[in-house]
């Protein structure tokens, strides 16, 4: 385990300096848009968080924290605070590779592809397209986390923004339930596929889905997955722990010890592998952390993607 | 010998709501914890209990194996929330050495 103090204080430092708590600067990491051609002008904004363009990043990081922990290296954390972050930022953006920075920019078209697809008037806009802090916020770092989502909040207030899409648990729990309660900012927050409308034969498949705990417990919208499927003809297996009693996938736990998050994530894939079915998981670090795991696994989009 | 201090809970009303007292120690949250350790986190809500603050601080490493997964708050039959204590307690200790 590393010491708690020096992950959260290069976290903060890091979303201080860049908005990103990873230290990587926006432009490196947003770049998925660029050739989707999406209006600038929509009853909704599209509002990413930024956190499928990180997964590539937290993998990579995570597998030197991996490396280090236990060793005379983990107690060296405490001088990275000391490195300006686009420096430490831009070090990991090299080392991460660019198929997997490819994937995570693919899972985003498809979700513009449905939404399309499903008649939804939306907007994409770069600027105002920000980390949510909500790392900050699930470490403790409330002072940190109050101002940076204020200035997000704002941000979107000052354009005229009312409503959002958000893609991930993450960052719609931020949004929907700590924007309005710590900013002071409402906006209206759905789900990407709490506004699908997509239709489809029947396909026989049968998939196992992997609640996030921030959907299936925090924001009871697990029914809504379950009912997009149902409508292109899938079904979903029923398993112990889900929806509102779903088990975490140990991801959060991933930056302070990941060997507690392998041992957590090993357990929920046993369960999710049990009815044999494809896993379908909607939350980039749940996804990723499966696939880690070396279960059979996809993001929602990219199963939904392939059947319209 | 561990100090008890009698403003803890008055002290954390700042980092969380005031829950504790609604805890009657039946372990259900430890039971269903994914961490399975320690009695993990009923531990960490008695020491909030009887004001054991230095108690919290020596263990408090401990608080950030917490993975905010809710299991415990959406289980407890005392609605004692104890997922939130947790993240109550972080900030409290991340005040804490950021003051020190
Ligand atoms: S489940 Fe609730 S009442 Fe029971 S020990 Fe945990 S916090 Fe206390
Ligand atoms: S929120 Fe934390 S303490 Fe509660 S069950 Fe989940 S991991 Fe355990």
Known sequence: MFNPKDIIETLANNVQQTASPFGIPKFMVNTWFKHASLPKKGEYLLFTGLMYQFTPYIEKSTQYLEKYEGTRMAGLLKYARHIPSYISGIGLAMITSGKEKKNAGQTLKNICSLLKKSKVDFAYRPDLDNYSGILLYDMGDQKGFVAHAKKVAQKLQKAGIKKIITVDPHTAYALKELFPKYTGINFEVKSYFELLNLKSKDCGLEVTIHDPCFFGRYLKLSDVPRKVLTNLGISASDIRNQGEFTSCCGGPAESISPSLSNEIMEKRAKELEEPGKPIIAYCPICLGNLKKSGANVEDLSTLLVRHI | ?100
């Open chain 2, 1 to 100: 010998m561990s100090l008890v201090n009698l403003d803890f809970a008055e002290e954390l009303k700042e980092y969380s709501e005031d829950t504790a007292l609604e805890c009657f120690n039946c372990g259900t949250c430890a039971a269903i914890c994914p961490l399975v350790h320690d009695n993990f986190p009923r531990r960490m809500i008695r020491y909030v209990q009887i004001g054991a603050r230095q108690k919290i601080l020596e263990n408090s490493d401990e608080l950030w194996r917490c993975l905010h997964c809710g299991l415990c708050t959406h289980t407890c039959p005392r609605e004692a929330d104890p997922g939130e204590i947790i993240l109550g307690l972080k900030r409290f200790v991340v005040a804490n050495f950021r003051r020190s």
